[in-house]
C-alpha cells in the first residue's frame, strides 16, 4: 500500500493556491463596476439618439397631406352635385384600395403615394360645418397649411372643369365659408369642380342638392380621375405643377 509523505512547510507554499491581495480584488471590483457603469451610461445615450431619431421620425410633417373631400353625409345625398368632393376621394381610396373609418368628425383613410402620406377625410359635419373636421384634423395630424388641399364643387364653372388654386375666397360656397372662418386664413389650396349652372333663378339649393343625369355622370367620371391625378401631382410636384397640368 503506497504511503504518502507529508508535505514540507516549503513543498507547500510551492504548490499553494496563491491568495489575491485584497487591494487588489478592490481595484478589480471597481474596475468591473465603473466598467458597467460606463457600459450602461453608453446604452442610455443609444436609447436617447435612437429615441431622438424616431421622434424626428414622428414630427417630420412636410411629407404629409391632408385631402379633404366636401360634402353631406347620408344616402339621401349620394351622388348630388354637391358632394363631388365625397366622389373624387371615394374614387382616390378606392384605387389605392384603402378602407374608410368613422372617425372624429369624418369618415377618414390614408395612403401613400411616392413617399408622402396622404389623408384623406369626408366631414361627417355637414357641409356648412366642414372648418370643424378640416380644423380637427389638421391639429391632430399636425399638417402644415401648404399641405392642405379641399375638393369642392363649383356652380360657377362648367361640368367637369377642374380649377386648383393656392388661395382665395370662398366664392359663396358655405363648405370654403366655414373653413375660411375656423382656420383664420384664405391661403389654402382648393380644387373647384364644375357642376353647371342648369338651373333656374331661385332653384340653386335644388340644383347642387339634386343627382347627376346619366349623361353628366358619363361626362365626369373622366374628369373625376383627371382630379384625383391632380391630387397626387399636388402632393408629389407640388401646387404650381398641379395647376399648370391640369386647370383646363
Known amino acids: ?36 457603469a460606463a457600459d450602461k451610461l453608453n446604452m442610455g445615450i443609444i436609447k436617447k439618439l435612437f429615441s431622438r431619431c424616431k421622434t424626428a421620425d414622428n414630427t417630420d410633417n412636410s411629407m404629409k397631406y391632408l385631402i379633404a373631400g366636401l360634402g353631406n353625409v347620408g344616402a339621401e345625398y349620394e351622388g348630388t352635385r354637391h358632394n363631388v368632393g365625397f366622389m373624387v376621394v371615394d374614387e382616390m381610396a378606392r384605387q389605392a384600395e384603402s378602407r374608410w373609418s368613422l372617425e372624429r368628425r369624418a369618415y377618414r383613410t390614408e395612403l401613400r403615394i411616392k413617399g408622402r402620406t396622404l389623408i384623406l377625410i369626408k366631414p361627417t359635419t355637414y357641409m356648412n360645418l366642414s372648418g370643424e373636421a378640416v380644423r380637427y384634423w389638421m391639429q391632430t395630424e399636425k399638417v402644415p397649411i401648404e399641405n392642405l388641399l379641399v375638393v369642392v364643387d363649383d356652380i360657377a364653372l362648367p361640368l367637369g372643369t377642374l380649377r386648383m388654386r393656392k388661395q382665395g375666397a370662398a366664392g359663396g360656397h358655405n363648405g370654403l365659408r366655414n373653413i375660411e372662418t375656423l382656420l383664420g386664413r ?32 358619363a361626362g365626369l367620371a373622366p374628369r373625376i380621375e383627371d382630379a384625383c391625378q391632380a391630387i397626387a401631382c399636388f402632393a408629389t410636384q407640388g401646387a404650381d405643377r398641379a395647376m399648370n397640368m391640369y386647370n383646363k
Request: proline share 6%; net charge positive.
Open 186 to 217: 384664405t391661403d389654402y389650396c382648393r380644387l373647384r369642380i364644375g357642376v353647371g349652372n342648369n338651373f333656374g333663378r331661385g332653384h340653386q339649393i335644388d340644383y347642387v342638392l339634386g343627382p347627376f343625369s346619366p349623361e353628366e355622370q
Open 1 to 36: 500500500m503506497q504511503r504518502y509523505k507529508k508535505k514540507s512547510e516549503a513543498e507547500e507554499k510551492r504548490y499553494a493556491t496563491p491568495r489575491r491581495d485584497p487591494q487588489c480584488r478592490k481595484n478589480s471590483n471597481s474596475k468591473k463596476v465603473r466598467t458597467f
